[in-house]
Antibody, heavy 121, light 108 residues
């Protein structure tokens, strides 16, 4: 079955960077884009960006431009989200999710299990 | 960029019908997708496109759209449906995606 398995929880100091991984299985890795979404404690979902697993093309949310980097490793079917200059407000659960689309709709399915990133001094 | 507006909270009596709405300019162009999130779990897709349910989603869940409003309807709500629900759409600018703020559904 299609699965996205993410790396474990991270604790970081303010100003540091974090790199979260998302390993895909059960489908042709290069045939789907992958989105990254985060959720701060008690808050809603926030879209961060998307990467084309085939050619590495990325689209970032304006809010995260310059601070987030999405990459992928085709040889291991793994996607990565790196967020730099961390601050306390970046404390959140980070999710990867597989993209699907037609001409009129985009949907995310499945989602990874989430990775908690805690930023604290 | 566009935004998607959802009511923060909605309640429904067990077995009754509830509609959760999502408003935004992008919904005049694109259909919304809907996600259910229970505490401590990842979001799960429940409706996408005009009104398509992924495998395993009960048929009491349905979707509709009119103008700038998308709706998720649960007909005969069950206790298991108590969760947060989020809508999502591509931005009409084309280079981003946006989630609604979420609706917490309580089944009484």
């Amino acid at each position: 079955q299609v699965q996205l398995v993410q790396s474990g929880a991270e604790v970081k100091n303010p100003g540091a960077s974090v790199k979260v991984s998302c390993k895909a299985s059960g489908y042709t890795f290069t045939s789907h884009w992958i989105h990254w979404v985060r959720q701060a404690p008690g808050q809603g979902l926030e879209w961060m960006g998307v990467i084309n697993a085939n050619d590495g093309t990325v689209i970032y949310a304006q809010k995260f431009q310059g601070r987030v980097t999405l990459t992928r490793d085709v040889s291991t079917s793994t996607l990565y989200m790196e967020l730099s200059s961390l601050r306390s407000e970046d404390t959140a659960v980070y999710y990867c999710a597989r993209d699907h689309s037609n001409s009129n709709c985009w949907w995310f399915d499945p989602w990874g299990q989430g990775t908690l990133v805690s930023v604290s001094s | 960029s566009s935004e998607l507006a959802q009511d923060p909270a909605v309640s429904v009596a067990l077995g009754q019908t509830v509609r959760i709405t999502c408003q935004g300019d992008s919904l005049r162009t694109y259909y919304a997708s809907w996600y259910q999130q229970k505490p401590g779990q990842s979001p799960a897709l429940v409706i996408y496109d005009k009104n398509i349910r992924p495998s395993g989603i009960p048929d009491r869940f349905s979707g509709s759209s009119s103008g700038n409003t998308a709706s998720l309807t649960i007909t005969g709500a069950q206790a298991a449906d108590e969760a947060d629900y989020y809508c999502n759409s591509r931005d009409t600018g084309g280079n981003s995606w946006v989630f609604g703020g979420g609706t917490r559904l309580t089944v009484l």
